[in-house]
């Protein structure tokens, strides 16, 4: 699990893997743009969408110490826009098939890899494809602004734990009483 930084780890997560596979500079700041310069391949990756993971929802409090329960931890699913740039198609398409690539071989960031933002994490790090249609993909473009569409691929990472704030004291039960009597 981790703390709220969990989110900003994955991204520099995956980038530092992306870099590392690759040898392609990634680019993880900002949206997508027609303005990013095409003289050398990049790496493009934009976290687009965030949705809370259904099968950590209403999980049990956590007991830290034998006093302490802490809240459950919101578990999330992260959505990113992998989008190359380079010189010419040929260029992207060979940037693209390496980030394919890399996903289809190491479907999880090794744990090599994670920012020291993502201490204690106790789920691994999936990196699943996210099929959108062309129509989807069309729309995200419009939604950053770019005037033509970009050859582009979308992950989901899933599933990241932010550990709740939330604590309370609790105590054993040291003795028991157990009242019988004869029912009438």
Request: overall charge negative; some cysteine; proline content about 8%.
């Amino acid at each position: 699990m981790s703390d709220f930084r969990a989110i900003s780890g994955v991204t520099k997560s995956l980038s530092a893997f992306l870099k590392a596979q690759t040898g392609v500079d990634v680019e993880n700041l900002k949206a997508p743009s027609d303005t990013i310069p095409d003289s050398n391949p990049l790496i493009h990756l934009y976290l687009y969408r965030v949705e809370q993971n259904p099968f950590f929802t209403n999980s049990d409090e956590i007991m830290t110490s034998p006093t302490v329960l802490s809240g459950p931890p919101v578990g999330l699913n992260l959505f990113y826009l992998i989008t190359p740039y380079g010189p010419n198609q040929l260029d992207i398409q060979v940037t693209l098939g390496e980030v394919i690539k890399v996903f289809n071989d190491s479907p999880a960031i090794p744990p090599a890899n994670y920012d020291p933002s993502l201490t204690n994490v106790i789920e691994e790090l999936k990196v699943i494809p996210h099929m959108l249609t062309l129509d989807q993909m069309t729309e995200l473009a419009r939604v950053f602004g770019q005037r033509h569409y970009r050859l582009s691929v979308t992950y989901e990472v899933c599933v990241v734990l932010v550990d709740s704030a939330v604590t309370r004291t609790v105590s054993r039960v040291d003795e028991r009483h157990i009242k019988m009597g004869q029912l009438r």
